[in-house]
């Protein structure tokens, strides 16, 4: 009998501890944009979808990790079951939404048209009919000018990489990038390569093709992480985490998601 009870114990406190395991989160992302995401030369992940994710992790009691993909193949790898969240600056979109969940917006960032400064561009499809205009594949920026710019003469060229898309406005193969304007800036315009580029005109408006803001991506149907992450990020946003981490990495962009 003295040998069960201590067998029981054991079995007690075994259970015990696996109760108050760490769940392993995956994310999801696609670390060639900065500063977003990225790879500095010491190969290590870094940026602000980084820093918010751990932060997350922390506030929900997860262990991180992280599985890099294109973004165009964010959305099908999670579906395969590869991470559980996509966390790489995804915007909620009616669109997306059809396929995947999302959790609560985190964070919202403008959407801007970065061209050669003194050539008059605007953002629109008339001042662009003629142009070519490089976008991230997969991404809305890709959706929005395929609808609002390519029928009227402007040509879209997507890349899975947005800094091929630098490249080749550096080398004048393109005329110009929509992007969110925080990677625009830190990701071209703040390092040599993108003197003489600015942005041109006001930010791109259409709630139903560039969303709501931005959140983690989920499988249909995953109510338990929702309900977990949706209460850890409002952890963050409560807290001030949010709010630090943008003016550190986009300063004086309001990231605020409307109430």
């Not at 709501?212 to 109510?223: V, W």
């Amino acid at each position: 009998m003295k040998k069960l009870n201590v067998l029981f114990v054991a079995l007690g406190m075994m259970t015990s501890v696996h109760a108050f395991a760490q769940e392993t989160l995956r994310y999801g992302l696609e670390s060639q944009y900065p500063p977003f995401e990225s790879r500095n030369a010491q190969g290590e992940l870094e940026g602000f979808d980084i820093e918010l994710g751990k932060a997350i992790c922390q506030s929900g009691n997860f262990k991180c990790s992280w599985v890099e993909s294109s973004f165009d193949a964010l959305i099908p790898a999670l579906q395969a079951k590869k991470f559980d969240a996509i966390n790489s600056a995804m915007n909620i979109t009616e669109a997306r939404a059809k396929s995947i969940d999302f959790t609560k917006p985190i964070y919202r960032i403008p959407t801007m048209l970065v061209a050669k400064e003194g050539q008059g561009l605007l953002p629109t499809a008339a001042s662009l009919k003629g142009k070519n205009i490089g976008v991230l594949q997969g991404s809305i920026q890709e959706t929005y000018a395929k609808k609002h710019w390519e029928p009227e003469g402007v040509t879209v060229t997507s890349y899975q990489d947005q800094n091929q898309v630098y490249n080749d406005m550096v080398a004048g193969r393109l005329d110009g990038t929509l992007v969110m304007s925080a990677a625009g800036q830190s990701g071209f315009l703040d390092k040599p390569q993108g003197k003489g580029f600015a942005f041109v005109g006001k930010p791109v408006e259409d709630d139903t093709i560039l969303g709501s803001g931005i959140g983690f991506g989920l499988r249909k149907g995953d109510a338990r992480l929702k309900q977990e992450l949706d209460a850890a990020i409002t952890k963050v946003q409560t807290d001030g985490t949010v709010t630090k981490l943008a003016a550190k990495f986009f300063p004086g962009i309001d990231v605020s998601v409307a109430k």
